[in-house]
């Protein structure tokens, strides 16, 4: 009788902790997911904040690539001299 009881708990208890067990591996998995995506996103984030940047660059050198192009001599001189001074 006290060993049917006895077997009994401990078949309750190993399931409790089974069902306990597959919760906390849930939980685990669902933590490293989102940590997963969180990475990726930000990653993701970070190379197109970049690519932007570099467009933003090659846009200004080229305008003043363009500016430089188009200036006379005279221009030239002064935006040089302005450029020392300050």
């Not at 049917?4 to 078949?11: F, R, S």
């Not at 906390?24 to 998995?29: F, I, K, L, N, P």
């Not at 940047?53 to 200004?60: E, F, G, M, P, Q």
């Given at each position: 009788m006290i060993g049917?009881?006895?077997?009994?708990?401990?078949?309750r208890v190993g399931r409790t902790l089974a069902r306990a067990a597959t919760l906390?591996?849930?939980?685990?998995?669902l933590v490293w997911l989102a940590?997963?995506?969180?990475?990726?996103d930000a990653q993701a984030e970070e190379t197109l904040r970049r690519a932007?940047?570099?467009?933003?660059?090659?846009?200004?050198?080229?305008d003043i690539h363009h500016d430089l192009q188009d200036a006379d001599?005279?221009?030239?001189?002064?935006?040089a001299d302005r450029w020392m001074r300050d």
């Open positions: 049917a009881v006895l077997t009994a708990a401990m078949g906390a591996a849930g939980v685990a998995g940590f997963r995506r969180g990475r990726r932007n940047a570099r467009i933003t660059a090659l846009k200004t050198a080229r001599r005279n221009d030239l001189h002064r935006r």
